[in-house]
């Protein structure tokens, strides 16, 4: 999903980023020209930003641990929400996976049990198993799931600090770390796969291998998305076999002493040839991408349990209840339609600084990362009036505008930037998404001046 909105930004900015080269070398001699003084805002803008300041909920940027005011403003901000939703609206930030650890452990004593990032489930899984036991190398487990967006220190920060609470925590308040995505089923398998036999036994292992073959050999059925009728008896004969697989992996845990040394292995299989069957299942729902995402979410969310709460990570506006250029439907639309007020949406908004990205080349193909300093937000966005407030960084709960002129220019729609990949400060308009509160978003998160992810 990142692959396809940025090559549609490339392509649409490249004649514009080659002119705005050309004009930068011809200019590259003269002396830079001053900052432009702040735009004169309207009336509406002026009361929207006294209502913010008014209402903004102070966070921070220096420090792990969230103080009790913020604690206490996430707490009003996601009461009743069963799932939250974590836009990262502005990517390659170091202070977003901050904002999501402290979000993270300001909800951990309010029933949120787990994080869900934007990265395949199975694969996600290992992650998910070393904060809970301390197996695998966080490292070479981040390379795997997307080595460009998440082995970086932001994530192995926030990776120990889920580990460290699960160290000092009982089973009832252990916090997980997930995916929401499954592009493919084969890790799973391979895990099931890799009991020896000395525990499943040489006819079980051999029964498995046969019962998971429908996954492992033949995925390019696509779950019947085609609608070729032999793609959905094909995945419909698979769902009986992974099934029976996975109550035959569920009786092999039973059997298995608590106390045994392949205890943990055992449990780690049941867990995957339940997320298997899931995967089948859900396939051959026929469901479009938006979807399928909000039902891998669902699974997690039950998978913690009737009362537990979970926190997601959504890349760009993916966990807004929005719709891009009226066809591409983000993940937040399907999960606000089946959750009501059980979903909660929060964007997060910056005002400036640098952040770790690509910036496009001519022809559409994009560079290598760098450090792109963020053009200054453009007249008549949210972003330009959240930078006016008093606090450098702050919540923001937007559920309940008042019906003033203040309310009414939060309610938009106003355009809030779009950064996911690719960014140039040369043709910053075409960053600019509209965005409508509380339509789209319950509340906002918002830093004034960023920092590039290292």
Known sequence: MHDTRRSIIAACIAPL???ALTLAVACSHAPPPPPPAPRQLTDSETAALGWVNAHALPASTSDSTPASG???????LTAGARIIGLSEMTEGTNEFPLVVRRALFALADSGVRGLAIQAPMPETMEIDRYVRTGVGDVRRLLRTIGQDRWDN????????SIRAW??????????GFYGFEIPTGAHAVDVVLALPDSVTGAPLKAWLRGQYACVATDEAAHFGLEGRAADSTYWNRC???VSHAADSVAALRARVSAASSNAAAVAYADEMAR??????TTGLRHLP??????AHVMYLADALGPNARLLVWGGDVEMGRLTLSGRTVQTGVPLGKQLGAGYRAIAFAVGGGTLRTR???????????????????DPDSYEEVFARAASAAYWLDLRALPSDSAGQWLHGPHAMRLISGLYTPDVPQLFDTPIEFPQNYDGVIFIRTVSASP
């Open 17 to 19: 980023v080659g002119a």
């Open 70 to 76: 913020e604690v206490q403003a996430l707490r009003t």
């Open 153 to 160: 220190p932001g994530m192995l920060a926030l990776i120990a």
């Open 166 to 175: 699960n160290q000092t925590h009982g089973s009832d308040r252990q916090l």
């Open 239 to 241: 769902r009986t076999l």
């Open 275 to 280: 997320l298997i069957k899931h995967y089948v």
């Open 289 to 294: 991408r938006e979807e399928g995402n909000a």
């Open 359 to 377: 910036r496009p080349g001519n022809g559409g193909q994009p560079g290598g990362v760098e450090k792109i300093r963020i053009q200054v937000p």
